[in-house]
Structures are given as structure tokens and as C-alpha cells.
């Protein structure tokens, strides 16, 4: 594996705290933008970075995802990832909005939330065009871990990790929480 994956992080990350900064449509309150520095990552870690399968099921069940304003939003499960963090086995459900999606969606909140990052927990979107292998696997790098919006201003509404995804392991990568 060549560091092409980290010079590329890195470039969004900094990308992203300028948006974040200084950006209208920045999630940010205005009056705070003036004080970021940028947001706060972990230091960009190999071991938190996994190519694998998904485990897609054949009947994928829709399932009732609560959001951070108490409202509802309808996923559909598509299939699951297994892979390994610190010796411990851990799984995670990937989601998708439609069938015909082909982006899924990996919300979470693992054993540093509401300590060094979000209380609600983070998410991950892997697109095909940038989180797929030649042989069809899927990168699923926890260093691209971000917070939702909810995360900077209670005027948004997010979907919260469903508990199937409330890790039991800390994720020591990604977005820190904010402030």
C-alpha cells in the first residue's frame, strides 16, 4: 500500500477546514468561523483503514433511523462489514437511502464518542468511484470518519447511529469532536 491514500486525506482534510472557515454555507454559525483554526483529527492511522467485502443480503430490511431533532428517517440495511480493531471482531452495518444507490452509508459510534469525538457518532460515505478496489472490495477507512452537521449547529437534522452500530471498541481516527 502506497501513502497516495494520505497525501489525498490529507488534502481534504485541509480542503474541508477552509470550507468550514469560510464558506456561507458552512455548517459553522457565522459568528464562530472567525475563531476556527481548523477542525481537530486524529493523526491519520493505517491500522483503521480496511479493504473487504460487503456481506450483502439477499433481502435487504428498511429500517427506522431516529435523527438528532427526535424525527425519523428509512434506510435500508444493506449488508455488513466484518473486519478486526485491537484483536476485537467488530461489525458494522452499511445502508443505503434507495436500492439504486450505489454509495452506502456506515454510521457509528464507537467508545470515544462523547469523549474525544461526536456523542451521537460519526459517519462514513464510501462512493464506487473512490472507495472501491479493482477486485470489488470496499476501502473502509475510518481516518474519513466525520462528523454530522448536528455536530457544529442544532439547526440541522442527522440521522443517529443505529444501536447495531454502537461499536464497543474505540475508532482512534477521524474527526474529533468539535470544540
Known amino acids: 500500500m502506497t501513502d497516495d491514500w494520505k497525501r489525498t486525506l490529507e488534502t481534504q ?12 454555507h458552512s455548517p459553522i454559525p457565522p459568528a464562530e468561523r472567525e475563531s476556527i483554526d481548523g477542525l481537530e483529527y486524529y493523526p491519520t492511522d493505517g491500522d483503521y483503514r480496511f479493504e473487504l467485502p460487503l456481506s450483502e443480503y439477499d433481502d435487504p430490511e428498511r429500517v427506522v433511523v431516529g435523527t438528532s431533532t427526535d424525527g425519523e428517517r428509512e434506510y435500508l440495511r444493506w449488508g455488513e462489514f466484518r473486519f478486526t ?23 457509528f ?14 459517519y462514513l460515505d464510501l462512493e464506487p468511484g473512490t472507495h472501491r478496489t479493482a ?16 455536530a457544529y449547529s442544532d439547526q440541522y437534522d442527522c440521522p443517529l447511529p443505529p444501536m447495531e452500530n454502537w461499536l464497543e471498541v474505540p475508532i482512534e481516527a477521524g474527526e474529533k469532536t468539535f470544540h
Open 13 to 24: 482534510r485541509a480542503e474541508k477546514d477552509q470550507y468550514f472557515a469560510n464558506d456561507p
Open 85 to 107: 480493531v485491537d484483536g476485537e471482531d467488530v461489525t458494522v452495518q452499511a445502508y443505503k437511502s434507495e436500492p439504486g444507490d450505489d454509495r452506502l452509508w456506515v454510521p
Open 109 to 122: 459510534r464507537d467508545a470515544t464518542s462523547g469523549e474525544a469525538t461526536y456523542g451521537a457518532g460519526r
Open 135 to 150: 477486485d470489488g472490495k470496499w476501502i473502509l477507512d475510518f481516518n474519513e470518519a466525520y462528523n454530522p452537521t448536528c
